[in-house]
């Protein structure tokens, strides 16, 4: 298994496409993630908050990623639609993201309350951007 499963990093692959992409912001983030109404082929939650252990959010030119729990909890191109992103001060910010606008086999809504140094960059970076779909 992969170093970056217990750390504060993300898999290898997707930290060396963020690199290709020309990482803006990359840091260690905690707080705490909660999914409504939240359904895929195999999972279904109808809501519940855990905390995000071993977290790192990354924003590249092109996509935004929060990977926490051992799994990209957000994981959109930047400027997309379906993600709203709120500052609640200084280092903390509240993130939801519409999962059925993101990803077509989910459906509910992942809500994010995070705490990171890099909240009013993030904030600032990606309420700039354009979303150009693929």
């Known amino acids: 298994m992969s170093r970056a499963f217990g750390s504060k990093e993300l898999p290898p692959q997707l930290r060396s496409d963020m690199e290709w992409e020309g990482i803006v912001v990359f840091g260690p983030v905690d707080g705490s993630v909660a999914r409504r109404s939240y359904r895929t082929p195999l999972h279904y939650a109808s809501s519940s908050w855990e905390n995000i252990e071993q977290g790192t959010v990354a924003m590249s ?3 935004f990623v929060v990977w926490g729990n051992r799994e990209a909890l957000v994981d ?3 400027g997309h639609p379906a993600v709203s992103m709120e500052l609640q001060g200084p280092e903390r ?3 939801e993201a519409d999962d059925r606008e993101i990803d077509r086999t989910c459906r509910g809504w992942t809500t994010l309350l995070l705490r990171t140094i890099h909240a009013p ?3 600032q970076v990606y309420g700039e951007s354009v979303y150009r779909p693929v």
């Open 93 to 95: 910010m509240l993130i």
């Open 121 to 123: 960059r993030i904030a």
């Open 76 to 78: 959109v191109p930047l």
């Open 61 to 63: 030119r092109r996509r």
